[in-house]
């Protein structure tokens, strides 16, 4: 049995398929690339800065909390990793390199490994500033937010990286 669209129904399911079929270019995923690791590369020293003195405990707001500052720190160097290489990844994807495909894999399933595991990991720490023991719970959010965004962007980033990549599986210049 098969369900009936409304006009307004279709149009928007239409709209939909364009919008796939519009974003599914390797040439895309290199614009788009190219900005996100622009962004990400532009964040790094504001967020270098701030985690290496928490760590090396020469200011901040954030009391010691030894795995805490050891995440910052190492969540820091994969981020600034991460948009390296996905920066020349998608500058490769928009000249249609043939080495910017498996880049650009290696990029997506990093981000897919790093993103979840930092969010994972904020939630704990969230959960930990709200206990008695911990420290100020406003302070900590505002902290992670810049975190949480490049866990979540760079997840959905690689995820759509991977669906492209494998779409077009043949190597960048054909698809499959």
Not at 3 to 8: L, N, Q, V, Y
Request: aromatic share 10%; proline share 4%.
């Amino acid at each position: 049995m098969s369900k009936s669209f409304t006009a307004d129904e279709a149009r928007s399911i239409d709209l939909g398929h364009e919008l796939l079929e519009q974003l599914d270019s390797v040439r895309d995923v290199g614009v788009i690339g190219t900005g996100l690791a622009i962004l990400g590369l532009v964040t790094f020293p504001f967020a270098g800065i701030s985690v290496t003195s928490e760590y090396l405990r020469t200011a901040g707001t954030i009391p010691d909390r030894g795995v805490m500052n050891t995440f910052g720190l190492l969540a820091t160097a994969a981020g600034c990793g991460l948009s390296l290489l996905a920066l020349v990844g998608a500058m490769g994807c928009m000249r249609m390199r043939t080495w910017a495909r498996p880049v650009m894999v290696i990029y997506a399933v990093g981000s897919l490994i790093v993103g979840p595991v930092g969010i994972g990991f904020l939630i704990a720490m969230i959960a930990l500033a709200q206990s008695p023991q911990g420290m100020p719970h406003f302070t900590y959010r505002i902290e992670a937010f810049p975190v949480w965004v490049g866990c979540v962007v760079g997840s959905l980033y690689g995820a759509w990286v991977l669906w492209v990549m494998r779409r077009w599986a043949g190597g960048i210049g054909s698809r499959q």
